[in-house]
């Protein structure tokens, strides 16, 4: 099971971590919420758990807690930019549908 990041993403996690002046890198998780069932969940991190599944792309980590790995597996993480908005884009083949929000998901 693996996720993978675009150079967007680790370019942005990078530079954040940076100015933040520590970190252990990123979680990405699932959580149950929204209309559809699933939210993603992504927060920096200062440290990794023992059971978390690590990836690591040019220097930059990502934890995954082995119930969200099910849920995330083949999973890219993007970070985008469209006219002023901005932000992290799962590119997630496990989805089946999605609200119409956008917010939350089901496999």
Do not use: W
């Not at 993978?4 to 890198?25: C, I, Q, Y």
Request: hydrophobic fraction near 40%; glycine fraction near 12%.
């Amino acid at each position: 099971m693996a996720i993978s990041m675009t150079d967007a993403a680790v370019n942005h996690v990078a530079r954040f971590l940076e100015k933040r002046g520590h970190g252990a890198g990123i979680r990405v998780g699932v959580r149950t919420s929204g209309c559809s069932g699933m939210a993603y969940v992504l927060e920096f991190i200062d440290q990794v758990e023992d059971e978390d599944q690590i990836f690591e792309f040019d220097g930059v980590r990502v934890a995954v807690d082995p119930k969200s790995l099910v849920y995330l597996d083949g999973t890219e993480l993007d970070f985008v930019k469209e006219g002023l908005n901005e932000g992290f884009k799962f590119n997630n083949p496990n989805v089946s549908s999605e609200c119409g929000c956008g917010e939350s998901f089901n496999v």
